[in-house]
C-alpha cells in the first residue's frame, strides 16, 4: 500500500525560507509531485522529482531522497501570497492516479 | 478552455438527492481524473478514464457513486441518493496521457457538494 505523511501546520514570517517535509512509503516508485492549493481553488503544480537530488525553481526548490523515501519543498523569501496548502503526491499504479498526503497548511506572516 | 472547469462550484443538496457534476477536461487530453478532498485533507481518488473508457473506479465509495465520459471529453459524476458523509469537494483533473509518470494532472476549481 501506500503511506504518505506530512506536517499539518507550519507558520513563518516574511522574507524567510521554510521546508516542508514529506514521508512515503510506496510500493514502486514512479517519481513525487508537490502541488499548491489555495483555499478554495484547485491544486497547483509545482514539482516532479523522480531522481535523488535537489531541483531549483526560482525560490521553490524540491529535494527527494529515494533511499530514506523522503522528499521536502523549500520556499525561499517568503510573501504572503505563499500561504496555501501543499500535497505531497505519488504516483500509483499503471494510470499515475496521484495518492495525495493530508497537506500542510502554511500560514505565512508579517 | 484554457484549463479545467467544473460545473456547478458549489451544490447544495438533501439528503436522499441526486446529484450531477461536470468536468470539462482541457481539450485533447486523453486521461480524465475524479479525486474527493475531505476538508482538510488531501486529494483521493475516485475514478480514471481514459477517453471515454472508464479503466480504474476502485476509489468510488459506493455503488451509489457513478461517473462517464461518453464521448471521450465531457465528464460526469452523479451521486444517488446523497448522504451527509457525501459533503466534500469533488475534483476533476486532466492529463495529457497516462503513459509517463512525469505527465502533469491540471486541475479544476472543484464542485463543492454540502448534503443537508
Known amino acids: 500500500g501506500q503511506n504518505i505523511d506530512q506536517p499539518t501546520e507550519m507558520t513563518a514570517t516574511e522574507g524567510a525560507i521554510v521546508q516542508i517535509n514529506c514521508t512515503y512509503q510506496?510500493?514502486?516508485?514512479?517519481?513525487l509531485f508537490w502541488y499548491q492549493q489555495h483555499a478554495g481553488e484547485a491544486p497547483t503544480f509545482l514539482s516532479y522529482?523522480?531522481?535523488?537530488g535537489l531541483e531549483e525553481k526560482g525560490r521553490f526548490s524540491s529535494f527527494l531522497s529515494r533511499s530514506k523515501g523522503y522528499s521536502y519543498l523549500l520556499l525561499k523569501e517568503l510573501q504572503m501570497k505563499d500561504s496555501a496548502s501543499y500535497l505531497c503526491a505519488v504516483p500509483s499504479g499503471g494510470y499515475n492516479k496521484l495518492i495525495f498526503g493530508a497537506g500542510t497548511r502554511l500560514a505565512v506572516h508579517p | 478552455g484554457a484549463g479545467v472547469s467544473q460545473s456547478p462550484r458549489y451544490k447544495v443538496a438533501k439528503r436522499g438527492q441526486d446529484v450531477a457534476l461536470r468536468c470539462d477536461p482541457i481539450?485533447?487530453?486523453?486521461?480524465l481524473f475524479w479525486y474527493q478532498q475531505a476538508l482538510g485533507q488531501g486529494p483521493e481518488f475516485l475514478t480514471y478514464f481514459q477517453n471515454e473508457a472508464q479503466l480504474d473506479k476502485s476509489g468510488l465509495p459506493s455503488d451509489r457513486f457513478f461517473a462517464e465520459r461518453p464521448e471521450g471529453s465531457v465528464s460526469t459524476l452523479k451521486i444517488q441518493r446523497t448522504q451527509q458523509e457525501d459533503s466534500a469537494v469533488y475534483l476533476c483533473a486532466s492529463s495529457i496521457n497516462s503513459g509517463d509518470y512525469y505527465n502533469e494532472q491540471f486541475f479544476g476549481p472543484g464542485t463543492r457538494l454540502t448534503v443537508l
Open positions: 510506496t510500493s514502486g516508485f514512479n517519481g
Open positions: 481539450s485533447g487530453h486523453v486521461s
Open positions: 522529482n523522480v531522481l535523488d
